[in-house]
DNA sequence: CACTTGACCTGTCCGC
DNA sequence: TGCGGACAGGTCAAGT
């Protein structure tokens, strides 16, 4: 689920949630969820206020007011889901009934504010939280080789097309889901891009004319901006900052989709398995 | 080097 | 119902 659709969507409710609020307390349930030596925890986070919430790839970022700021992947499983204050006292906050449940068995960090907590929620125990001087972020290896973001402004269809071109002989879906080709793709938005410009997943990049590479471009940049606006895709874990779900997938063409007829030509949507992920295509439309 | 596969984890679903 | 195995949205390290 947090591909960059879900983990902007998070952003955008952290940024309304909790910018000012100051950090009392942290608790983890799980070592590797909270990354953070006991001195960096006590010296740059406990006490320390939020500033800026932001996202680069699949990637949070929050900082604080000590320099440094959490570093947050969510992985396959992880939700950040915020109790306010008026919820944790049953004052009929809004968000009351998402969040009663929490902490749940699946929670692993508890970040209490002085107002309200912060649940970092994870079935699978891949994501992580940690804690690193904000000027060392852009030093970190995944930030040094992550690709540029798809729908930023200055990052333009020839320029897609180029970063395509060095990988020749990958399969055009895993080029896609290459992280320091173009951020923040996953599997869903890979499949419903490579269906809307009627690719096969399995074509090389060498295979797929520039035009249909910038038709990609187009599509991939349709649906993820079509995701972020209907809250991003929920399938079985995400949620937002709030506990609410995201509808992208009831507008989804193939993914998850499989014996359904493709809304373009009816023909039935196929699962199959390319460069070891489940991948849902039309057998007509992409060839 | 470029590219693919296995490992990290828990939970669920499917077939026997 | 019970049990084994495959699979699930991401990314690295290790392998070919």
């Known amino acids: 689920m947090p591909e960059l659709p879900e983990v902007e969507i998070v952003k955008r409710g952290l940024a309304e949630l909790i910018i000012g609020l100051k950090i009392k307390e942290v608790d983890s349930s799980w070592h590797k969820s909270f990354q953070a030596s006991k001195t960096d925890t006590a010296q740059f986070l406990l006490g320390a206020k939020i500033i800026s919430v932001r996202r680069r790839a699949k990637v949070l970022i929050i900082d604080l007011d000590s320099k440094y700021s959490l570093v947050i992947h969510l992985k396959m499983t992880g939700q950040l889901v915020l109790r306010s204050d008026a919820a944790v006292f049953g004052a009929g906050h809004p968000n009351d009934s998402l969040v009663a449940k929490l902490p749940d068995r699946s929670t692993r960090v508890v970040i209490t504010f002085d107002q309200g907590k912060l649940f970092f929620n994870d079935q699978r125990k891949f994501g992580w939280i940690k804690l690193l001087p904000t000027i060392e972020i ?150």
């Open 138 to 287: 852009p030093n970190i290896d995944f930030f040094k080789k992550v690709g540029p973001e798809p729908l930023a402004s200055d990052f333009k269809s020839v320029d897609f097309v180029e970063r395509f071109k060095r990988k020749q002989n990958s399969l055009i879906k895993a080029a896609l889901l290459d992280q320091t080709v173009i951020a923040g793709v996953g599997n869903i938005y890979a499949d419903e891009s490579l269906w809307a410009a009627k690719i096969h997943p399995s074509n090389k990049v060498k295979d797929v004319s520039d035009a249909k590479l910038k038709l990609l471009f187009e599509e991939l940049k349709f649906v993820l901006k079509l995701s972020i606006e209907k809250g991003g895709s929920t399938d079985k874990n995400y949620v937002n900052a709030e506990g609410k779900k995201g509808s992208y997938l009831s507008f989804a063409r193939v993914f998850r989709r499989e014996n359904q007829p493709c809304p373009r030509c009816g023909t039935t949507i196929e699962k199959i398995r390319v460069a070891s992920r489940g991948t849902h295509i039309c057998p007509k439309c992409q060839r």
